[in-house]
Structures are given as structure tokens and as C-alpha cells.
């Protein structure tokens, strides 16, 4: 086995993205993060996280603001550090598939407005959804980060993960992210995955974890030392918990080290004093949850990430069904099997979460069966690593003949009709692409947006009225 080159280790932030999309349901407003953007932008990051995921979703619909205007502003402050966006493969930020003339024209436009590097990743682990999205990121000449969403089970060996990783080379991705959403990654198995990845390929290896189930950090330093190339981290006011190890933290641990990142502790200290009465205030209204910062070892037991693991506390509580939680649980891992023993990621963890709970509630497995469960039964979302559970399969969607093609195959071009249904209300062209993922939710934020115009124009008519009177 080749020598592993000790060298500085190159972080990530999230705190603009996945930090708070993990911590506080992605509610951090545009203008509480503008302010500390310069001195973000002074640390010597590799990048920032500070797009994608649930943030076009959140802005929209709870902050009532345009995320390709929070994007630009971004691109305007962050004269030297890399942009980073997350980018869920054939169903972009949104949770079904699109056409393939939308994923490319997504991917275009997200680098046109500041994003460099796209981290690509699919919920079934199907390399078939990644292809367009990582050819259009090629095209466009943005870096092309693919991501293997990591989780357990009998078919995720050592092979099934160094097989991925040398697909994902082979199709152009400039490199790889190792997404361990739910924590699982375990420090030992850490030193062998990453080992294994660096002798199967030559691209860059990037390792993105939670610190929901205990061992993150422990996890990184195993991972450092096996070579891996960037770690996720968030500053330390939203780390730990559901969220990304510290990075001050992390700093600490390897300065003096051949694996030292050389950022500064007190600019560090400055950006985390900034971010520090924002935590405490969503403590206080409730927003931050103290469940949500400690350790879940079940995670470990139930493979449930922490967003998913807070959906699930919610959707019992408005069913005044608390007492059912650990039912819940229990069966989340069975449903998952039954469902091919998909990872659980954004959408899938979505999904197997409602069935899950339905489940239990309803008294009877598979008595009442939403759409998108019907949808990965039919193979709607990508192939699975294992086949489905046929008796599952039956009673949820009958004598109807799964697909086997990738899925955007079935779907005809959208864009043009798309940009028909929302004529009278684009104010530039990204307008189409924000309806098209959240065609709802758009529309109410494009009618906010015209009203607050409106008010806006009126101010100012009154003012040049009262300044000039005639």
C-alpha cells in the first residue's frame, strides 16, 4: 500500500447552509448572514457551503425571499472562496424528478449566479440520475462534486463503494464527497473506506458527516489521517448535535500537525461571536430545540438521520401521536428494507419516515400508501441495491409493471411549457426554474413579490407627489 502524503487538511464551511439547515429548519434570513460574509471570506476556506439542499425550498416558503437573490448577494461578497451548492441528482432541490432539460438548465443558471462547485448526489445511490446533472456542471465548466450517499446494510460492502467510486470517476466528476447524513460512519471503518477510496481513485475525496450519533470527530481525525482530502465543518454556535463537527475545533486539533489548516483562531472567535446571538435567540423562541444539539446513539440502531428524526417528532405531534415514537423507529428500518434498503437521504428519508408513521398509526402495514411510496415501488425514483419486498410491492401497487429505464427517460422536455404557464409573472429568467421545483410555493412568492412592489411604487409615487405638488 502506497505511502498516504501528509498535507494541510482543506475545510468546508456549512454554517450557511447545512448547519442551519440541520439545527434550525433552515430559517437563517439572507440579511443575518450577509453581515459576516467578509470575514468568512478571510478564513482560506476550500469552500462554502451556502446553497442548495432545503434552502430554495425555506426561503420561499417561510422567509419570503428570492434564494437566486440571496445567491447573487452571496457571489458578491466572497471575492475569494469557492461557492458550494448540494444538488439532489434528477430531482434538483426539489423532491420528484424533472425532465432533463430542467436539471441542465438549473445547473446552468446556479453557475451563472456565483456557484462553483455542484454536490451531486442521488437518494437511491442510482448513477443513472447523477448523469445529466454531472455532464451539464461539465459543460458549464463548473467543478462536478458527486456524492455516494453512505449508509448500512448487508449490499453496502467495501466493493459496492470502491465499484461507485470508480463509476462516478469514470463519468467526469471532478470529485468525491463521501455524504454520511445520518452519522453512521464509524472512526475505524473510516480509515478502511477512505484507504479503499484512495486506491481506487485519483480524484479528490471530500468527507461530509453529522454529529448526530457522537462520533464525527473522531471520524474525521480516522479520516485525515487515511488521506482524505476536505472535511465539512460548521462554526461552532451551529455544530455538533444534528449539525457538522466544529470547525474551530477541528482547527485546534491539527495545528502543529503536518495536517494543519493555518486559519487564524482569533477571526475564527470573531465569526463565531456574530453567530452566537442568533443561536441563542432561536433557542428562546423555541426554533433551536436542545434535543437537537445532544448525542442520539439510536441513530446508530435505526440508521434515521437527525432532519428526518425532528419530521418524524412533528408529524406525531400534529397526529397527537407522540407515544408512538419508538414504534416509529422500529419500523422506519423495516420499511426501508421493504423498500429496497435504500439510504436514507433527502427524498427517500422523507418518504420511508411517512410510511413508517402510517404504518403504526393506521394499526396495519401498508393499509394507507402515499403516491411517492407507490412511486419508488415502481421504481419511479432509480433502481435500489436490493430488490423490493414483492408481497410489499403487491399490496401497494397492484398488477402495475415497474419500470426499469432511468426514470427521466419517461419524461418529455418541460421548459417551454413551464415558461407558458408562468409568462405573467417571470422577472428574469431563474423565475422558471423556481416554479418549476415548487410550482405552489412560487406562485405565492411571486404574487408577495409583486404586492410588495406595488406598495413599493405607491411609497414612492406618494413621496414625488408630496416633494413636487402640481
Sequence with gaps: MAEIAKKPIKITETILRDAHQSLIATRMTTDQMLPIVEKLDKVGYHSVECWGGATFDASLRFLKEDPWDRLRKFRDGFKNTKLQMLF?????????????????????????????????????????????????????????????????????TLEYWTDMAKRIEDMGANSLCIK?????????????????????????????????????????????????????????PFALGTSQPATEVMVETF????YDTGFDQKLLAEIADYFRPIRDEALESGLLNPKNLGVNI???LYQVPGGMLSNLTSQLKDLGAEDKYYEVLEEVPRVRKDLGECPLVTPSSQIVGTQAVMNVIQ????????????????????????????????????????????PADLIPPQLDKLKEEIAPYMQQDEDVLTYALFPQVAMDYFKYRDAQQTKVDATVADTENKAYPV
Design 180 to 236: 454520511d447524513m445520518a452519522g453512521l460512519l464509524l472512526p475505524y471503518t473510516a480509515t478502511e473506506l477512505v484507504t479503499a477510496l484512495k486506491e481506487t481513485v485519483s480524484i479528490p475525496i471530500q468527507l461530509h458527516t453529522h454529529y448526530t450519533s457522537g462520533v464525527a470527530s473522531m471520524t474525521y481525525m480516522k479520516a485525515v489521517e487515511a488521506g482524505v482530502d476536505v472535511i465539512d465543518t460548521a462554526m461552532s
Design 88 to 156: 439532489r441528482g434528477q430531482n434538483i432541490l426539489g423532491y420528484s424528478q424533472y425532465a432533463d432539460d430542467v436539471v441542465e438548465y438549473f445547473v446552468q443558471k446556479s453557475l451563472a449566479n456565483g456557484i462553483d462547485i455542484i454536490r451531486i448526489f442521488d437518494c437511491m445511490n442510482d448513477i443513472r440520475n447523477l448523469e445529466t446533472a454531472v455532464k451539464a456542471a461539465n459543460k458549464e465548466k463548473g467543478h462536478a462534486q458527486v456524492a455516494l450517499s453512505y449508509t448500512l446494510g448487508e449490499a453496502y
Design 363 to 406: 394499526g396495519e402495514r401498508y393499509k394507507m400508501v402515499p403516491q411517492q411510496t407507490k412511486d419508488v415501488l415502481s421504481g419511479k425514483y432509480g433502481a435500489t441495491v436490493k430488490p423490493f419486498n414483492p408481497e410489499v410491492q403487491k399490496k401497494c401497487i397492484g398488477d402495475v409493471e415497474p419500470i426499469t429505464c432511468r
Design 255 to 258: 495545528k502543529g500537525t503536518p
Design 298 to 300: 439510536k441513530t446508530l
